[in-house]
């Protein structure tokens, strides 16, 4: 199960992307229409991610051009970045490893409509 993680790790490129993300306009269109952040840490020392899954607009992302693997990429290096970078910034503060994040998901807003069919399949890749 790990080789099969490392497998994917290099064929996806994964360790590239934060050294080579997408570009800024890219970055842009999705953070403005899937809001999510990490906004800080918890008084354990934890990075604190919000997502707000009822008010990302697909279809706008779509209709600017970006592809559902420009936002399986940005999803990926949202992980990385927490793995590679925010997780080693909270160990370092707290002076003991930090290995978890705190994820407050705001759900208001959320229906039915989110759940097309190419938004199924992207979740789907997500998931993987």
């Known amino acids: ?6 497998r994917w790790r290099q ?7 934060l050294i080579s993300p997408m570009s ?6 999705i953070r403005r ?8 840490f918890d008084k354990q020392g934890r990075p604190v991610f919000v997502d707000r899954p009822g008010i990302i607009n697909y279809d ?5 051009g970006l592809t559902d693997d420009d936002i399986l990429r940005f999803h990926i290096s949202e992980m990385e970045y927490m793995g590679r970078i925010l ?15 705190t994820v407050i998901m705001d759900m208001s807003g959320l229906s039915m409509r989110h759940f097309t069919k190419q938004s199924r399949e ?6 993987k």
Request: hydrophobic share 40%.
């Open 1 to 6: 199960m790990i080789s099969d993680c490392v």
């Open 60 to 64: 706008k992302i779509w209709a600017a």
């Open 24 to 29: 800024q306009d890219k970055m842009e269109v």
């Open 122 to 127: 992207l979740f789907k890749q997500i998931l």
């Open 11 to 17: 064929e996806a490129g994964v360790r590239q992307l």
């Open 33 to 40: 229409y899937r809001p999510s952040s990490y906004v800080g």
């Open 87 to 101: 997780l080693t910034q909270a160990s370092k503060l707290k002076g003991h490893t930090v290995d978890s994040v």
